[in-house]
């Protein structure tokens, strides 16, 4: 189910996945995650949403990356299906699709927008 949520502090429509994405999967503000994903950038001469710098984030908080899950006939789960069949209850993932990152919580798509269709690549349980 796609749950429309925003958790940026004015409630604006920008380019801020990357931030809306781990700071609500990771429980820490919107505020200290950006400020944290941009010292991390600076450290590594990377723009804060830079995929590098934020899969190193994620890294540095301990979380694995997994593997671009298939189906048995090697196709890719599209967010729909991935909640469906493959999340599980009181499990967050942070998923990652073309441009964009998104939050699976409890099964429920948590995103500005329904990016269902999208297929998935890597992904990170939280």
């Given at each position: 189910m796609f749950i429309k949520y925003n958790n940026n502090p004015k409630n604006k429509k920008t380019g801020d996945c990357v931030i809306r994405a781990i700071s609500f999967a990771?429980?820490?503000?919107w505020e200290n995650t950006?400020?944290?994903?941009?010292?991390l950038g600076i450290k590594n001469c990377l723009i804060l949403n830079d995929t590098n710098n934020w899969r190193?984030?994620?890294k540095i908080l301990g979380?694995?990356?997994q593997k671009m899950p298939r189906k048995a006939d090697n196709t890719r789960y599209t967010v729909h299906e991935f909640c469906n069949q493959l999340a599980k209850k009181n499990v967050t993932y942070i998923i990652k699709v073309a441009n964009h990152i998104t939050v699976v919580k409890d099964k429920d798509l948590y995103d500005t927008w329904d990016c269902?269709?999208?297929s998935v690549g890597n992904y990170w349980i939280i």
């Open positions: 990771t429980k820490n503000s950006y400020r944290a994903l941009a010292e190193k984030y994620l979380y694995e990356q269902s269709n999208k």
